[in-house]
T-cell receptor
C-alpha cells in the first residue's frame, strides 16, 4: 500500500538535545511538508520541499532543520534552539502541481523531559 | 495527537442525524479547499475536496458547500455514525504548495 510513514510514534527529548523525526513516502510525490500541531491551533508549516535537494522555510522554521537527499525521505531535526518543542509533528506529501490533496503520515508526538 | 480537540468548538449530534460543520476561510484568492478528519493520536485523513469553480460537491455520505461571497465552507455528513466522531478541519490552497489549515471542530456522535 502506498503511503507516508513517520517514525517514531512517540519521542522523548532531554533539554539541549537534537532529535530527528523520520518521514518516508512511497507515493512518488515530489513535494513534502512538515507541520506542527498544538492544541486549539491549526497546523503550522515548518518546512517544505518541492524537489530533491531543495527546501524552503515555512512559517515557524526557527529551531528546526530538514534535508531532502532522496525523493522518498524528508527528515526533520528539532534542535536545541527550539524552545518549545513539545508538540505533535505531521509529515505530508503532495503530487506536483497545484490543487491537490495533501496526504499525511500518522504523526510523531515529541515530548521534552 | 492525543491533545487534538482540546479547546476546540464541539458539535454533538445524535446517531443517525445529519451533521453540518462550518469553516470560514481567510483568503479570497484561495482556489482549492479540502476537508480532513482527524482521530485522536492519528494523522489527518482526506474526506473531500472542492475547487473554487464549483459551489457543491458530493461524496459518499458527505457534501461540501462553498460560498465564495462570504468565504465560507461547510461539510455535511448524512446519517452520522459513531465512527464519524473525530476532529474535522478545513484547508485552503492558493495555487501554491502552501496550505492554510483551520483549527478544527470536534464532532461527537451520541448513541
Amino acid at each position: 500500500d502506498g503511503g507516508i510513514t513517520q517514525s517514531p510514534k512517540y519521542l522523548f527529548r532531554k533539554e539541549g538535545q537534537n532529535v530527528t523525526l523520520s518521514c518516508e513516502q512511497n507515493l512518488n510525490h515530489d513535494a513534502m511538508y512538515w507541520y506542527r500541531q498544538d492544541p486549539g491551533q491549526g497546523l503550522r508549516l515548518i518546512y517544505y520541499s518541492q524537489i530533491v535537494n531543495d527546501f524552503q522555510k515555512g512559517d515557524i522554521a526557527e529551531g528546526y532543520s530538514v534535508s531532502r537527499e532522496k525523493k522518498e525521505s524528508f527528515p526533520l531535526t528539532v534542535t536545541s534552539a527550539q524552545k518549545n518543542p513539545t508538540a505533535f509533528y505531521l509529515c505530508a506529501s503532495t503530487k506536483t502541481g497545484v490543487g491537490t490533496e495533501a496526504f499525511f503520515g500518522q504523526g510523531t508526538r515529541l515530548t521534552v523531559v | 495527537g492525543e491533545n487534538v480537540g482540546l479547546h476546540l468548538p464541539t458539535l454533538s449530534v445524535q446517531e443517525g442525524d445529519n451533521s453540518i460543520i462550518n469553516c470560514a476561510y481567510s483568503n479570497s484568492a484561495s482556489d482549492y479547499f479540502i476537508w480532513y478528519k482527524q482521530e485522536s493520536g492519528k494523522g489527518p485523513q482526506f474526506i473531500i475536496d472542492i475547487r473554487s469553480n464549483m459551489d457543491k460537491r458530493q461524496g459518499q455520505r458527505v457534501t461540501v458547500l462553498l460560498n465564495k461571497t462570504v468565504k465560507h465552507l461547510s461539510l455535511q455528513i448524512a446519517a452520522t455514525q459513531p465512527g464519524d466522531s473525530a476532529v474535522y478541519f478545513c484547508a485552503e490552497s492558493q495555487g501554491t504548495y502552501k496550505y492554510i489549515f483551520g483549527t478544527g471542530t470536534r464532532l461527537k456522535v451520541l448513541a
